[in-house]
C-alpha cells in the first residue's frame, strides 16, 4: 500500500495512556498513517493506573501514575477530538521524545502549546473527571474482549493491543504496516500475533 493507492481513510480509535513511552510510539505511527490519508484517528482515553487497580506496583512506577491520571482528567476535559490530539502530541514529544520532567510544569507547557487555554490545568484537580477516563477504559477493555494494556487500537468491530513498534515505523513502510493491521481486522478467526520487543 502506499499514499497513491489510498482511496477512502479508515476510521480508527485509537485509546492511549499518554505516559506509556510505547504508546507514544504507536501513536506517532498512526498519525503518520493519518497524515497520510490512510485513516482517520479518534483519540481515546484508557488507564495504566485503572488497569492496575488493586495490584502490586513497583514503587518507582507509583509517582508516574498519579501523575499519568492528572494529565487524563485533562486530557478529558478536551472534547474536541483535534485539540485532544494536539494536546497528546504536546504532551508526548516533551516527556518521551525530550525526556522532560513527567509533572504539572510540563503539562501547562503542554496546554499552552496547543492552544489550549491556561485555566484548563485545574482540571487535573478535578477527581469528577476520574469517570470519563474509566468509562473510556472500559469501553478499550470490553472491545479487545480481556485484559490489555496501552495503547489499544479498533478499527470497526476489531481491537486489540499495540501494534508495539520500535522504531517508529514512517513512510511507505507505515502505510504497510496499516494495510496488514487493516486487513487483519477484516478476518474474524484473527486473534493474535507475538514476538520480541525491539530496544529504545
Request: aromatic residues 8%; negative net charge.
Amino acid at each position: 500500500m502506499t499514499s497513491a493507492s489510498i482511496s477512502q481513510p479508515t476510521a480508527v480509535d485509537f485509546f492511549f495512556d499518554p505516559g506509556c513511552p510505547f504508546t507514544w510510539r504507536t501513536s506517532r505511527w498512526i498519525t503518520e498513517v493519518a497524515d497520510a490519508g490512510a485513516a482517520t484517528v479518534t483519540w481515546r482515553l484508557m488507564s495504566l493506573s485503572v488497569l492496575n487497580e488493586g495490584k502490586d506496583v513497583p514503587e518507582q512506577y507509583r509517582p508516574l501514575m498519579v501523575q499519568s491520571a492528572r494529565v487524563l482528567r485533562v486530557l478529558a476535559a478536551v472534547e474536541d477530538n483535534d485539540a485532544r490530539g494536539r494536546l497528546f502530541t504536546a504532551l508526548g514529544v516533551r516527556r518521551h521524545d525530550n525526556g522532560e520532567d513527567w509533572d504539572d510544569t510540563l503539562l501547562a507547557a503542554a496546554i499552552a502549546e496547543a492552544g489550549l487555554l491556561a485555566t484548563l490545568i485545574d482540571a487535573a484537580d478535578d477527581a469528577g473527571l476520574d469517570a470519563t477516563v474509566k468509562a473510556s477504559h472500559e469501553e478499550s477493555q470490553t472491545a479487545v474482549g480481556e485484559e490489555s494494556g496501552s495503547p489499544v487500537l479498533r478499527l470497526g468491530a476489531t481491537a486489540w493491543f499495540g501494534p508495539v513498534v520500535v522504531p517508529v515505523p514512517t513512510g511507505d513502510e507505515a502505510l504497510r504496516l496499516f494495510e496488514a493491521v487493516r486487513l487483519l481486522a477484516d478476518v474474524p478467526s484473527f486473534s493474535e500475533l507475538k514476538g520480541s520487543r525491539n530496544p529504545f
